[in-house]
């Protein structure tokens, strides 16, 4: 039997990025994936915390997550 044709999500995109109640895309910053001695403290604390994508891509961010917003 044939799969029914849909939009389906991005699944590359939804590992990446989630989408707020409110709307906004969030993404978590770079450079915390190893080399982490190196870094001090202050910056790595900064890593942590989750960024709002600029608003100039997230159009296209949510065009590939259907079903989040």
């Known amino acids: ?8 999500t991005k699944k590359s ?7 707020t109640a409110t ?3 969030m993404r978590s910053h770079a ?7 190196t870094k001090n403290a ?3 604390h900064r890593l942590r915390e ?5 608003p100039s891509d997230t159009y296209r961010i ?3 997550l259907p079903f989040s917003h």
Do not use: W, Y
């Open 23 to 25: 709307g906004k895309v």
């Open 42 to 44: 202050k910056r790595r």
């Open 62 to 64: 949510k065009q590939n």
């Open 31 to 37: 450079g915390r994936r190893h080399l982490l001695a």
């Open 1 to 8: 039997m044939r799969r029914p044709k849909g939009v389906k």
């Open 50 to 54: 989750s960024a709002e994508v600029d």
């Open 13 to 19: 995109v939804a590992k990446r990025f989630k989408v």
